[in-house]
Nanobody, 122 residues
Framework: QLQLLESGGGSVQAGGSLRLSCRPS????????MAWFRQAPGKEREGVAA????????LYADSVKGRFTISRVGGNDTLYLQMNSLKPEDTAMYYC???????????????WGRGTQVTVSS
């Protein structure tokens, strides 16, 4: 079972930036897609950004386009999410996930991290 370990969450004021990291426990050659999801209290888990291994195609939720950037370092397969111009509505638990499918649908992801909390104050 692939294990994913997130880090980089924290508290920041609106307009600030954070960078999340996700380190897999082993080489994720079989994980053709990796993604970030988030879940705020009382809300459903939503896809934030995904990256496809082959060609580095990306997907973003409309709510984060132009503010967030997903990237993946090939050497150790670490996944990143650079979050700029943060808003209070970005407050949530952020999860890293891996899958053989390329989408922002949480149902297609088989491997999940435990999450890292992001809190944005106004």
């Amino acid at each position: 079972q692939l294990q994913l370990l997130e880090s980089g969450g924290g508290s920041v004021q609106a307009g600030g930036s954070l960078r999340l990291s996700c380190r897999p426990s082993k080489y994720t050659y079989s994980a053709q897609s990796m993604a970030w999801f988030r879940q705020a209290p009382g809300k459903e888990r939503e896809g934030v950004a995904a990256i496809w291994t082959y060609g580095d195609s990306t997907l973003y939720a409309d709510s984060v386009k132009g503010r967030f950037t997903i990237s993946r370092v090939g050497g150790n397969d670490t996944l990143y999410l650079q979050m700029n111009s943060l808003k209070p509505e970005d407050t949530a638990m952020y999860y890293c996930a891996a899958s053989t499918s390329f989408s922002l649908d949480a149902r297609s992801y088989e491997n999940w991290g435990r999450g890292t909390q992001v809190t944005v104050s106004s």
